[in-house]
């Protein structure tokens, strides 16, 4: 198992994976579009049949469970949104779509793995929203809709994605005109390193600039995240001392601290972990 940011926290909270009577329904609002060939698979995403439901662990109000990482991506990303339709690319568990129809969005979310979406629509089932959140089992390439969205959100996604390329000019068909596209992504490391097995791409923050300067006429990236705070987190484990002031910080988190800075672009790469670009008009 690899120690990513979002898995750190659940290496001592494996749950078996439970299985869901109830299989998510397929997309009622997908359109047939032509076969256009078939895509290369991307690697095979298993850490929900080997974690369950890890992301609403993490951002659980337990300070012994809590995930910061995980946790503060989510609040940032919901506070950069206004009530709309959204699509969560890539919604996994449905933690990140809770957040944002707690805040009055009209959520679709889609996952190409059954056991996540299995877990997203259970998850949310018996809570209230303004916008009762909807999930599909269906993939960014193939994902089409009658309706369009005023945000799409791919949140820790395109390090995942063999064809970014591709992915990103679909879900451009599925934007309204003034609409606008959240990428988030963990910065690479200098060492080359990759942060996380499941990773097909890490990118620099000038790389993934340029990435999307090829899609979109407004590009704005951001880094976030205090590497420093992240790093000294992840040394506190859970058998010493250290590990009373990751609980700390957790009640923090919990209690609204906001951990999640954004850094202007004169910082230096090394101080933050993660990267945020906010995308507009298409290219």
Same mark, same amino acid.
């Given at each position: 198992?690899?120690?990513?940011?979002?898995?750190?926290?659940?290496?001592?909270f494996?749950?078996?994976?439970?299985k869901?009577?109830?299989?998510p329904?397929?997309?009622?609002?997908k359109?047939e579009?032509e076969?256009e060939g078939?895509?290369e698979p991307?690697?095979?995403?298993d /850490?929900y049949?080997?974690?369950?439901?890890y992301?609403?662990?993490?951002i659980?109000?337990?300070? !012994?469970?809590h995930n910061?990482?995980?946790y503060?991506?989510?609040?940032?990303?919901?506070?950069?949104?206004?009530?709309?339709?959204?699509?969560?690319?890539g919604?996994?568990? =449905?933690? &990140?779509s809770?957040f &944002?129809?707690?805040?009055?969005?009209?959520v679709? =979310?889609?996952? %190409?793995?059954?056991?996540?979406?299995?877990?997203a629509?259970s998850?949310?089932?018996?809570?209230e929203?303004?916008?009762?959140?909807?999930?599909?089992?269906?993939? +960014?390439? %193939? $994902?089409?809709?009658?309706?369009?969205?005023?945000i799409?959100?791919?949140?820790? +996604?395109?390090?995942?994605?063999?064809?970014?390329?591709?992915?990103i000019?679909?879900?451009?068909?599925l934007?309204?005109?003034?609409?606008?596209?959240?990428?988030? %992504?963990?910065?690479?490391?200098k060492? =080359?390193?990759?942060? @996380?097995k499941?990773?097909?791409k890490?990118y620099?923050?000038? @790389?993934?600039e340029?990435?999307?300067? !090829?899609?979109?006429?407004?590009?704005?990236?951001?880094?976030?995240i205090?590497?420093?705070?992240l790093?000294?987190?992840? !040394?506190c484990?859970?058998?010493?001392?250290?590990?009373? $002031?990751?609980?700390f +910080?957790?009640? &923090?988190s919990? /209690?609204? *601290?906001?951990f999640?800075k954004? *850094?202007?672009?004169? %910082?230096?790469?090394e101080?933050?972990?993660?990267?945020v670009?906010?995308?507009? =008009?298409?290219?």
């Open positions: 198992m690899y120690a990513s940011p979002d898995n750190i926290d659940l290496l001592i494996r749950k078996k994976n439970k869901n009577d109830s299989m329904e397929d997309n009622p609002e359109v579009v076969d078939e895509l991307e690697m095979e995403f /850490k049949d080997k974690l369950g439901a992301h609403w662990v993490g659980s109000n337990d300070i !012994k469970k910061l990482h995980s503060q991506q989510y609040k940032l990303i919901t506070q950069s949104v206004t009530p709309g339709r959204v699509l969560d690319v919604c996994g568990d =449905g933690a &990140l809770h &944002l129809a707690k805040k009055g969005c009209e679709h =979310g889609i996952d %190409t793995s059954e056991t996540a979406i299995a877990y629509k998850k949310t089932s018996k809570i929203y303004p916008h009762k959140p909807k999930f599909y089992i269906d993939s +960014v390439y %193939t $994902f089409n809709s009658k309706i369009k969205f005023d799409i959100i791919l949140c820790d +996604v395109i390090e995942h994605l063999q064809e970014p390329d591709k992915a000019e679909a879900l451009k068909k934007l309204n005109i003034n609409g606008k596209i959240i990428i988030t %992504t963990p910065k690479a490391q060492s =080359g390193k990759k942060i @996380d499941y990773h097909f890490e620099t923050k000038t @790389d993934f340029s990435f999307l300067k !090829k899609h979109f006429s407004e590009v704005m990236v951001v880094g976030v205090s590497k420093w705070l790093d000294f987190y992840k !040394k484990g859970y058998n010493n001392i250290l590990v009373y $002031f990751k609980w +910080v957790n009640y &923090l919990i /209690k609204g *601290y906001n999640g954004k *850094y202007s672009n004169n %910082t230096p790469s101080k933050y972990t993660n990267l670009a906010i995308c507009k =008009g298409s290219l």
